[in-house]
């Protein structure tokens, strides 16, 4: 390395004996900015709970910062302990009064919210300031309890990026770069952590929570069926756009009029309400099921609603299997999981469109598919004893669907109310109704009629996704429609909302229902895609990341783990993969010790070497000593005379070259690389 | 009396135990001349309170997302858990690939402040920020400095001297926490310098020997015939007797006093400084310090004085390399020539 005369000074300051002085000069001069920026970081991790925590905390919180943030700007001391500590505890019974407990999740929450805002003020040794910044990740933690969406997960990255910034601003101890330097450095350190942290998050084993009991209120309200159907329970669930399950399927999907998903049946009617079997009849029936043709394979993704349902298609041929809770098929081919469903689970199923439900001569336990509440729908009663003049079963069926085509009935999401015989007023009054109020009085007539009939509620269709390939199934597509048991051909699906309103089995609800009852929350967006081929890409787009989303990083779990890590095993298992890793790892190790070997000046790596050689005839450079004066011991040492004549034109030539006003001479290099060949 | 004895002896053979097992783990050397390259085979590294409280920070987060099943929560829990990785890189390469070497230590009297001048010397692409360096026996380092990417730093590391003879530079230690703090990177390293440690001038030494019989009796007789050399003002000193030259060239800001030409009698012989010549009863550091004060009271004087010293045997003269080459002799008197570290 050549050194000129005007090379950089050694550093005045941080040479000074007194480094502790001049360290604390230092730190009081940057401390402002330092303290700012962490309040910066703050603010950002504790912003999102301002939206759900009580106010008081909220503003109390605000006034701390505040406070903390004039302090720093006006260079005034800290407030004692003696007034902090008062302040903290009546904060505590504060949220004690709020919550009425100090435990629990949303208490522990304000509790450590307040703390963070505290601390901060209670900042006196760099330890301290460790404590807040870990602190802030812990509270960053806690914003996950209300909210996962990808833009929680941005903030999130925002928020790591302040904070790591934040704590190694506190690091500098001389020369302080500027905040942008600084920002970029964290956020390298958190591009180079990307890479590792995906490994762990894919192959870190994960233990299903919970780890101990949830506190109760761990889970907010959801919205799903319910085991019950009374008019106008699934016209308002038809109004959220929520996502109830999502789909993908192996292989050919299958159309969309086929696409009945197959929830909760249900057998007693009290004249308005349809419930379930008492629970002791839910294994009883040994239904037999024969299957035809090809069957579905498909994984549901399904979210949570706290009821122990799980959908499938018509119609399931085997319980899916479900880790950690367990699952069970009941006697009307319904699934159910052990448990609530208290958060997302993903299973595989199969199912049959083509089959036959225990057809043959007789129904064990008919009389529960026929009973009818007593004195209730007078007329319709009437009605389909009138029915039975029909002998073939499938024809009182297709006179009832008729009836429902040409009688002017209509398929609304506002139905009129309905007095007492809900049946009655609906089929001979209002005769307008959304799914439920048909499938009801389908199944009321049928079973006047003789034939065994029964409900089934569940959801019906679903977006298909052409970016990602899934099938998006919200609860606006919830739906109600019959079972009849025909003899021979078993328990067969009627669906009497196809008989009023084709296009709702056909395509979605969106399009069943005239323009006046646009769905509230979707209109912009479905009208909207509907007439922009543009956007409806750009719309398939988005909710096919946030489908990646919710699959990758928020149900992540054991059973993807290790159908990622089978991947992984296949991919790497051959030796043609194997080798070729191994071959790239080996180029890039070579590239980079060529180019660490280049970086260093070939003049002074041959110096070096002439170091070496020259030690073994015991004349080691010594500290500081130049090459002439090495070269003087050399001349006056008892080398071989031709070794020395090469060693002293070696420094002759390397001290010329560096020393030396002119530039060097050309082919210098392998002049050396020679004579120093010339003194081995 | 035993048992205390088999105490030291157990005390001082595990102290030999440790510091055995610190040079084999630490792969402590031997001074090393020239320039010395911090390879990564010499930086060692593990993580500082902060860093294990980090851990434990990760760990909070890690069963928080498993108990409430927070996907987001574990990207948060595993990409914290690699910045500390990425840190722990960082701290390394912070310290990494630095060239270390010596500089001049120069002369002091025993007691004061020896100051090794260390400089950082950073040939690589990067900037490195926040090096703390210090003697390793040093508990918290006192000086830390930023070396910026193909520049230099010097340091100025000062060690207390207690006795005469040469002091050789104490092990210096080099560490880092930048960025993030959660780890700290060392190095030791063996400086190739030491510094010349001169006896301590004994503070109140009889006066200088001035020749024949003045000695015997510690009085010169002034003359006024020839010139003997100059002494501090005294009261009553005539003004024509002052030794201008030399007070110009004293700086009174330095301690700089009024001196006199100094007359005496034709008889004095010259001022000859004799190691020999001190009671052999006197102890013999005593008897260096007052050699010590004298050479640098005759300098102070301008006095030219001879020195004897065992082997040495310098003629009469004055001036800073004279009192050099005579301190010289005095701070390796009788010296094995071994280095104290």
Known sequence: MKRSADQQAPHPAAALPQGRLARLQLTLSRDKSDTLLLLAATVLVLAPHALHLPLWVTLLCATTLAWRALITFRGTRMPPTLLLLPLAIAAMGGILLTFKTLLGREAGVAMVVLLVTFKLLEMHARRDLFVVIYLCFFVLLTNFFYSQSIGMGAMMCAAVVALLTAQLSFQYSGAVPPLLRRLGLAARTLALAAPLAVALFLLFPRVQGPLWGMPGDAGAGRTGLSNSMAPGNIASLAESSEIAFRVKFQGQRPAQSQLYWRGVVLSEFDGRTWTQPPRRDWRATADTLVTHGQPVNYQVTLEPHREQWLFALDMPTARPRMPNMGSWMTGSMELRAGIGIERRVRYDAQSHPSYTLDGGATLPRRERWLALPGGFNPVATSAGLQLRSEPDPAKRVNAVLAMFRRDGFSYTMQPPLLAANTVDDFLYRTKAGFCEHYASAFVFLMRAAGVPARVVTGYQGGEHNPVDDFVTVRQSDAHAWAEVWLGQRGWVRVDPTAAIAPERIERNLQQALPDQYDLPGMEGMISLGERNPWLARLRFQLSAFSNGWDQWVLSYDQQRRSSVLEGVKDALGNWRTAGAIAALCLLLAAAGALQRRRRQDPVEALYGALGTILGRHGMTRGPGEGPNAWAARVAGSTLAASKKEAALRFLQLYSAHKYGPDASAPGLVSTLKKLLNGTR | ?341
């Open chain 2, 1 to 341: 009396m035993a048992s205390a004895r088999l105490s030291t002896l157990t005390q001082a053979s595990s102290q030999l135990l440790r510091r055995q097992a610190e040079r084999w783990l630490f792969r402590l050397k031997e001074t090393e001349p020239g320039e010395v390259f911090l390879t990564r085979r010499r930086v060692f590294i593990l993580p500082t309170g902060a860093g294990v409280g980090f851990g434990a920070l990760v760990l909070v987060l890690l069963v928080a997302s498993t108990n409430y099943n927070l996907g987001l929560g574990f990207a948060l829990t595993f990409a914290l858990a690699a910045c500390a990785v990425v840190d722990m890189y960082y701290t390394y390469r912070n310290l990494v690939h630095l060239h270390l070497r010596p500089g001049r230590a120069h002369p002091l009297f025993a007691g004061e402040d020896a100051q090794f001048e260390l400089t950082i010397i950073n040939r690589s692409a990067s900037a490195r920020y926040a090096l703390w360096a210090d003697f390793a026996s040093v508990d918290t380092a006192r000086y830390v400095t930023d070396v910026m990417a193909g520049s230099d730093a010097a340091l100025l590391l000062s060690a207390p001297s207690s006795e005469r003879g040469w002091l050789a530079a104490p092990r210096v230690k080099l560490s880092t926490r930048f960025p993030l703090g959660l780890f700290v990177a060392w190095s030791y390293w063996q400086p190739d310098a030491r510094a010349l440690v001169y006896p301590f001038p004994e503070p109140s030494a009889p006066p200088l020997p001035m020749g024949g019989t003045a000695s015997e009796d510690g009085h010169g007789t002034a003359g006024q015939d020839d010139f003997g050399g100059i002494r501090s003002y005294q009261p009553g000193d005539p003004l024509r007797h002052m030794a201008w030259r030399q007070i110009a060239r004293l700086d009174p800001a330095l301690g700089g006093q009024l001196v006199t030409k100094h007359f005496e009698g034709g008889n004095v012989a010259e001022l000859v400084l004799d190691f020999a010549a001190l009671p052999p009863t006197l102890d013999l550091e005593l008897r260096l310090s007052r050699m010590t004060r004298w050479v640098l009271d005759a300098e102070q004087r301008a006095l030219p004085y001879g020195f004897h010293i065992g082997a040495a045997r310098f003629a009469p003269s004055v001036g800073a390399a004279h009192q050099a080459a005579c301190l010289r002799a005095l701070a390796l008197y009788q010296d094995s020539g071994a280095v104290r570290p």
